[in-house]
């Protein structure tokens, strides 16, 4: 039962340019420049940074390969996809496991993503009413503080983001995401830069980078390792079925592996610029490097405070942010709102409503983490930081070993070199090592070694 030459029934993309575009859209978000700065800053920088990048590289790429090309044999939503791989394959239905807990994920991912999406939301006016001028790093963490700890404003910020990324979903993801990736995202990574180019008037620059790139281990755990291959996955919207989704919209062959590996290098390029942005400033201004979700809150505005133009510049800076933010949002949903229109046989805009509301009551628990339930800890943990390990840590690297032991062991060599359709015989033989036996090893070694194991 090949569908190949089928479109999808949600459509299709324009162009390879306009997948590649969305792809990027998905992976550049705020896991790039909100949480790749903050949990390096935690887990205490360049061992970090350089296993999240081996973790990129080696892993993240050959699966990225894998889900684009699961994709587009599958043709329909991640369960589906997965149930008629199974069938064409002759391997046991159970392999639909992937594509429920890839939708689930991506439902619990976006409860908080929406949460801090409207942070964003919120600094845009903070920015444009000149609240960052001359701003301390002490004024930005009482400015932080303050926003925060209102559950009310918390409620209304993350009910804008969750309507307006609903009613985009509803319209069907293609509208108006080619542009918004074309233009708004290079034109965030030159805002990027300019932060950049303050953070190297700081005097702290090379404390930044230091910081970064010096490899020291010490601070480095096992459960570091786990958080840096997470947000590999994260980062690169791996092991929950969007990229795989977004891979069923592809109309013709195109180079997967091309496409990854570009895809691969511009979100880490992103993340690389915001930290190499972000740290002179945590060290110029005292802050604290590990001082969690807040860290690029109680940065940024600094940096834009004590420029010319800031108010103006501050103000684009958070608006792109909202746009990057977006652009990935509406691939964490479109796993679920294309199963309620295939399984629950519903109008793209109910399945878009339902889901919009369960996300939305599920993202009020975040809200509540960082003001009334802030001291309200589970195994030391709050109900954000759970959400976070759970998802990130455990099911995108859970998806993304059944993903590779799918596309490694269940699809034959000859379908998986056909539709990868690689130039390269070594190329192809590289990618069905890794995804055959080294990253279903690898992820599983660093899972147990993190969960205490050995
Ligand atoms: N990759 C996005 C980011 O870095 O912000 C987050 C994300 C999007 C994760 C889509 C997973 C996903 F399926």
């Not at 239905?93 to 409207?118: E, R």
Request: glycine residues 12%; contains cysteine; neutral net charge.
């Amino acid at each position: 039962m090949n569908n190949n030459d089928q479109p999808s029934i949600h459509g299709q993309w324009s162009s390879r340019l306009a997948f590649v575009m969305a792809a990027t859209g998905s992976a550049v978000g705020l896991g790039n420049i909100w949480k790749f700065p903050y949990i390096t800053g935690e887990n205490g920088g360049s061992a970090f940074v350089l296993f999240y990048v081996l973790c990129v590289a080696t892993l993240g790429i050959p699966l990225m390969m894998a889900e684009v090309m699961l994709g587009r044999r599958g043709k329909r939503t991640p369960i589906n996809a997965m149930r008629a791989l199974a069938a064409e394959t002759g391997t046991s239905q159970h392999w639909q496991f992937i594509g429920w807990s890839g939708t689930l994920a991506g439902v619990l991912i976006l409860s908080y993503y929406s949460v801090i999406g409207g942070w964003t939301i919120g600094y845009i006016f903070h920015a444009a009413n000149g609240h960052f001028s001359d701003l301390s790093g002490k004024g930005a963490s009482t400015l932080f503080g303050d926003f925060v700890g209102d559950p009310w404003v918390q409620i209304g910020w993350h009910t804008v983001f969750m309507l307006i990324t609903m009613s985009i979903v509803a319209r069907g993801v293609r509208h108006g995401l080619e542009k918004a990736v074309t233009y708004l995202m290079p034109a965030l990574v030159v805002l990027l830069l300019v932060v950049l180019g303050y953070a190297m008037t700081t005097g702290y620059f090379m404390k930044g980078l230091a910081f970064l790139f010096t490899p020291d281990f010490s601070h480095f755990s096992g459960t570091s390792a786990l958080t840096a291959l997470g947000h590999a996955f994260f980062t690169l919207s791996l092991g929950m079925g969007a990229i795989m989704i977004y891979g069923s919209y592809v109309p013709q062959k195109i180079s997967i592996a091309g496409t990854s590996v570009a895809i691969a290098v511009a979100d880490t390029m992103v993340a690389l610029i915001a930290g190499m942005a972000i740290f002179p400033i945590v060290f110029a201004n005292a802050l604290e490097p590990g001082a969690g979700p807040s860290l690029i809150f109680e940065t940024i505005p600094v940096a834009f405070g004590h420029m010319a133009g800031g108010t103006l510049f501050g103000t684009l800076f958070f608006v792109l942010l909202l746009i990057a933010a977006w652009t990935s949002s509406i691939s964490l949903v479109e796993p679920a709102v294309t199963m309620m229109i295939e399984n629950l046989n519903m109008t793209r805009h109910r399945a878009a409503f339902w889901t919009g509301l369960v996300t939305w009551l599920l993202g009020l628990g975040t809200t509540f983490s960082f003001n009334v339930w802030a001291d309200v800890e589970v195994l030391g943990l709050t109900f954000f930081e759970h959400l976070d390990f759970l998802t990130s840590n455990l099911m995108l690297p859970i998806g993304g070993i059944c993903i590779a032991l799918f596309a490694g062991w269940a699809m034959s060599k000859h379908v998986s070199r056909a539709e990868l359709n690689m130039n390269s015989d070594v190329g192809y033989a590289l990618w069905h090592a890794l995804i055959r036996v080294i990253a279903p090893i690898a992820v599983s070694i660093v899972l147990l070694h993190a969960v205490g194991a050995f």
